[in-house]
């Protein structure tokens, strides 16, 4: 059989070092890309049915459980969405200060995971950082310190790492001291030197040389760096608020997948996440985080999904220094939290977890009883991106053996951190060549 | 000098948000010296390099879903000496066991435009439903320290310290003022299994059951003092350990009432 009609499967089933259960699948008919697949097989959990008939107040608590890996963003999507709702936004204030320093320890814990444990064992040529910790005890141990921090962040204002149980709608249940605070400055200033580190390091490994296109989609905080707030824009001139959002992008629900589809109602597929959030974000970067990135060679722009890890360092100098800042300026709020009394009324909530933008909207009654609720998590909102990023992958290394490509291929994936167990409510990688 | 062979681990997950396993991940300083002391050989969450098995320990996250998780799960079974379920879904079906209380048809039509694509049973169990566990570590999430008391434990051959009394003794010893008591704020503490260090109540709330049932709880008698209505005591019961036997049932005779 001649080159040309040659028909490859390229597959993996269970793919590492990801968030949740997924697969890839990729057909090459001759040196074209006949079809790519990004299975997402996690179970169904139906959380947006069971939510139905719960009070407007559980909502924190119980869609933290979505994602071991970033709760605290739900509970800042949801809790907002209820405030909304009710008609009392918390957009300023020692409450919003403090979720904010909340919401720096996730993303400093979740991109320490990333980049050091998940990302880097691909450019250092190792299946984890177990492996790279074999030679390399060094980077693996100061990636581990730097997550300690963030979960330190966490512990103090949370109660606890994982589904932090001090997040309630309207505020939280009892501040955080000054003093409990001051312990966490000197892990973060040790922590904000590693970032550094970080992303001088990331900036020497060695990237193919990819430009992909997608639309990007980010919160615009008119006070900073999108995390807990803003209106939803992007780079071709979309500028909502989060209550548009229906308006605006639509689900689709596709046979290969149990996380939904998201696409721009007028313009397809979409990027958010790290590479959109600096990209669109660059001149909000606190100047150290910017300065870090310029000496990074990074520019105000960012178009190569390998270089996610570098993002992902700068956001982490970014959050570190942020960090701090809040805990100088820190005044615990007096009350921990404002009332919300429930009324008839729809609420959007739309924040940025680690991995990208997370949209609720909840329908609740006069009781606060919930009558309906919508979650778009990110990776359901960047499957289609990725899948166009793999098709491109695919295409210019057609040459590569089907062991290359593979790894090649998952390599693409794991440059967007998906997370699966948050968008089934994700991955099997085959790559089909015969 | 070839030294005994290492004890094998294996990380397994089924229904979850991933945070159990997670826990792995985020013990920091012991994470490293843990991998000097045990292979860690099957989890895909933190390296894409596996070992055949049978392995020594495995650790299960997540609960039962699908026909394929239940033939995974003997499988899983079949290849480990010891089987310890970690957390909340493996133990006791996870807050995606609200499903057992439902209409499973109507959920994915709720959330899925093209419900036929969805195979998925009617019901979210245990591990312990589908085979037999060793060992169950409780908590939604469970506690990173206790996680690593009962590896230790089961390398060493000896039983795992994990306490079966209530978060009541926990807040004793943590010296945390009774917030039903002083405050009146309804709290499943005297119900609920000790492992997370009480931190609810010490964060100036009521306990709201994630670690599920302790020993002998006395639910009826809570939930007279509890001051809450019986619809209110029903969605108390129903969160992540709804599936527990003595939460399901308190919850049932709620409804019933």
């Known amino acids: ?434 | 000098m070839n030294g005994p062979r290492k004890q094998t681990l294996a990380v397994w997950k089924f229904a979850s948000c991933d945070g159990c396993q997670l826990s792995v991940l985020d013990l920091e300083d012991e994470l490293l010296s843990l991998a000097d002391n045990l292979e860690i050989a099957y989890f895909i969450e933190a390296t894409s390099a596996t070992v055949e098995g049978p392995y020594d320990v495995s650790l299960v996250e997540g609960s039962i879903t699908t026909l394929h998780d239940a033939e995974r799960i003997r499988a899983v079974r079949a290849n480990s000496g010891v089987l310890i379920t970690i957390g909340a879904c493996a133990t006791a079906g996870g807050i995606q066991a609200l499903r057992n209380f439902a209409d499973v048809e109507e959920f994915a039509r709720i959330v899925y435009a093209s419900p036929d694509y969805i195979s998925t049973l009617a019901t979210s169990t245990p591990i312990s439903a589908h085979v037999n566990v060793d060992f169950e570590l409780n908590g939604c999430p469970i506690n990173k320290q206790q996680l690593l008391e009962v590896i230790s434990a089961y390398l060493n051959r000896r039983r795992p310290r994990v306490r079966a009394h209530s978060v009541c003794v926990e807040c004793k010893r943590r010296g945390t003022v009774c917030v039903m008591v002083a405050h009146g704020t309804a709290c499943l503490g005297p119900v609920t299994h000790a492992g997370c260090g009480a931190i609810c109540p010490a964060y100036n709330r009521g306990c709201y059951g994630c670690y599920g049932p302790k020993e002998t709880p006395n639910t009826a008698s809570l939930d007279a003092w509890s001051g809450l209505g019986e619809h209110d005591l029903v969605r108390v019961y129903r969160t992540f350990n709804a599936g527990a036997g003595p939460f399901r049932q308190a919850s049932e005779a709620h409804e019933r009432s």
């Not at chain 1, 959109?276 to 999904?305: F, I, T, V």
């Not at chain 1, 993002?311 to 570190?320: G, N, P, Y």
């Open chain 1, 1 to 434: 059989m001649s080159e040309a009609s040659r028909t490859r499967t390229i597959r993996t089933d269970y793919l590492a070092r990801v968030e949740g259960e997924g697969g890839m699948y990729v057909r090459l008919d001759g040196r074209a890309v006949s079809e790519v697949k990004l299975r997402l097989y996690e179970p169904p959990r139906f959380f947006e049915a069971f939510l139905r008939g719960r009070s407007f107040t559980e909502v924190p608590d119980i869609t933290a459980r979505i994602c071991g890996i970033c709760p605290v963003a739900y509970q800042m999507s949801s809790a907002r969405a209820m405030e909304d709702a009710c008609g009392v936004p918390i957009d300023e204030g020692p409450i919003r200060d403090l979720r904010r320093l909340l919401y720096c320890g996730e993303w400093i814990e979740s991109h320490s995971l990333h980049v050091y444990m998940l990302h880097a064992p691909d450019f250092l040529g190792y299946p984890g950082a177990i492996e790279v910790a074999r030679d390399h005890r060094e980077i693996v141990e100061q990636g581990l310190q730097m997550k300690k921090a963030g979960n330190a962040l966490m512990t103090v204002i949370g109660g606890r790492e994982v589904h932090p149980i001090n997040v309630r709608v309207g505020g939280f249940y009892r501040p955080p001291t000054r003093a409990e605070l001051r312990a966490l400055i000197e892990p973060l200033e040790r922590a904000r030197e590693t970032a550094l580190a970080t992303v001088q390091w990331t900036s020497t490994l060695d990237f193919p040389d990819v430009r992909l296109d997608p639309e990007h989609v980010a919160l615009a905080d008119p006070d900073g760096y999108p995390i807990d707030l803003g209106r939803i824009v992007s780079d071709r001139g979309l500028d909502i608020e989060p209550a548009a959002f229906d308006e605006h992008i639509v689900e689709e629900h596709v046979e290969h997948s149990t996380a939904l589809h998201a696409r721009l109602r007028e313009r397809g597929s979409y990027l958010t996440g790290p590479l959109a959030r600096y990209s669109l974000a660059y001149e909000a970067l606190r100047p150290l985080a910017r300065e870090a990135a310029r000496e990074a060679g990074l520019g105000p722009a960012c178009r190569n999904p390998f270089q996610s890890i570098v993002v992902r360092a700068v956001e982490l100098v970014q959050t570190t220094d942020e960090a701090l800042a809040l805990i100088d300026a820190y005044e615990a709020p007096d009350p921990p939290a404002v009332a919300v009394e429930p009324r008839r009324a729809v609420g959007h909530g739309a924040t940025e977890a680690p991995r990208g933008m997370l949209y609720h909207r909840y329908e609740i009654d006069e009781d606060g009883t919930i009558l309906d609720a919508r979650i778009v998590p990110p990776t359901s909102q960047n499957q289609r991106a990725i899948e166009e990023d793999l098709r491109a992958v695919v295409e210019r290394s057609v040459d590569l053996s089907d062991e290359d490509l593979t790894l090649r291929c998952e390599q693409a994936i794991r440059n967007h951190d998906p997370c699966i167990s948050c968008s089934t409510h994700f991955l099997e990688l085959t790559i089909d060549r015969e």
